[in-house]
């Protein structure tokens, strides 16, 4: 039910465009759909309007292993670790690892 999903989240991107709320979740659901370019996409418009979003920053993250981008997950660890040490923490060791588990929401 994807397609149901993404509706509703485009929805709520049009209802309350400066949230990173309905973008994180389209990212969040483009991951799961295996569709990794679109879901990064999001995640940094996410991250774009909430710099302090942790759990949008470390999906963004996530999805940049995915797509084989260490440098880009570095970046965000690099800004999690002063304001996310527990998902920071995480990152780092999937980071070093390449194992992508799964996203937080």
């Known amino acids: 039910r994807f397609n149901e999903a993404l509706a509703s ?3 709520a991107t049009q209802i309350s465009p400066a949230s990173e709320a309905g973008y994180a979740t389209m990212g969040f659901i483009y991951f ?4 990794v370019k679109d879901a ?3 995640f940094e418009k996410a991250v774009s309007l909430q710099p302090g979003s942790g759990s949008a920053r470390y999906n963004l993250a996530m999805t940049c292993l995915a ?3 260490k440098d880009c997950a ?11 040490p527990e998902l920071s923490t995480q990152l ?9 588990i799964r996203l937080v929401k």
Do not use: G, N, P
């Open 74 to 84: 570095r970046e965000q660890y690099a800004i999690l670790k002063t304001s996310e």
């Open 9 to 11: 989240a485009q929805m």
């Open 32 to 35: 799961e759909m295996k569709k």
């Open 40 to 42: 990064r996409r999001f």
């Open 67 to 69: 797509m084989k981008q």
């Open 92 to 100: 780092l060791d999937l980071i070093y690892s390449s194992k992508v």
